[in-house]
């Protein structure tokens, strides 16, 4: 997709992303502790899966399930604020900047 300034209709253009960097960055924050929150039923099924190894294996079980449950949260909750800060930046804020006359604006939705 080739996308072009509409006053000098250059086609140099720079795509700010402040608004998919916040929303990444609160994505990940709330999509971690969204997985903090699951981190129960993580370890228990880490746990559970762990049994089959013995007592150490419960107890790495139920860390990994944690973790895992906190990470995968956190990645998702990342992935989906980056997604809405990008369509935020492009058509709404005025966030693409022509390099050539310096127009600022929003790409047609």
Known sequence: MSF???RCNSKEIA????????GASVGAVGGA???????LTGSQIGATVGALAGP???TIGTVSGALLGGLGGGVGGC????QLG????RHVLANNHCLVCGHRFNLPT
């Open 56 to 58: 150490l294996g419960i």
């Open 33 to 39: 502790a969204r997985g903090a929150s699951t981190v």
């Open 15 to 22: 795509f700010l992303r402040t608004a998919m960097t916040i």
């Open 79 to 82: 992935a989906i604020g980056a």
């Open 86 to 89: 990008e369509k935020l930046d």
């Open 4 to 6: 072009q300034c509409p």
